[in-house]
């Protein structure tokens, strides 16, 4: 039998504990569960490892978990750098959070784990290809309209070969 010792807790019950831990100079590894970041980043599927934001000052770029105005928990990427703080987007949204002071910042995503692979935020071909990605934003609505096409052909061969006639 496999290992079934996954539990489920809400955010609400886990960021405090988050919180504590990156505050203790510890890293945080858990599954990721909003769709707000496809394609990079799957929920349910996902996982990524965060460090203390207070000792790894975020940069252009980096993904960054917050707490917004309304105390919701976000994990969002950076786009663009204001003197008061960031501009981030999550990578399938069309739209900023709005303005994210430094104090708001939980902590800043080093790694993503998917299925078997590990994948480090800060290696240049990642950096690279989510660099344009933040370029593409005039023309994402398109992008992740094709994005999510091909997804729902993969998942239906039928509706697949329709297309192909």
């Known amino acids: 039998m496999g290992n079934d010792n996954k539990k489920m807790i809400s955010t609400y019950e886990l960021m405090p504990i988050i919180t504590e831990m990156l505050d203790n ?9 909003g769709t707000s970041m496809l394609p990079w980043i799957a929920p349910n599927r996902d996982q990524v490892l965060l460090s203390c934001a207070k000792k790894n000052r ?6 960054i978990l917050f707490q917004d105005d ?9 786009y663009k750098r204001e003197v008061n703080g960031y501009r981030t987007i999550g990578d399938g949204c069309l739209q900023d959070d709005g303005l994210v002071e430094p104090e708001d910042i939980i902590g800043v995503v080093e790694k993503i784990y998917r299925k078997e692979e590990e994948i480090d935020c800060y290696s240049f071909p990642w950096r690279y290809v989510l660099f344009l990605w933040r370029k593409l934003l005039p023309i994402r609505r398109h ?3 094709i994005y999510f096409w091909l997804v729902k052909v993969k998942a239906t061969p039928r509706a697949y070969k329709r297309y192909r006639r």
Not at 25 to 33: P, S
Not at 58 to 63: A, C, K, S, W
Not at 70 to 78: D, E, G, M, N, Q
């Open 25 to 33: 100079g510890q890293k945080v590894k858990f599954t990721v569960t």
């Open 58 to 63: 975020p940069r252009l770029g980096d993904i």
């Open 70 to 78: 309304s105390s919701k928990y976000i994990l969002h990427r950076i």
């Open 143 to 145: 992008l992740l309209g």
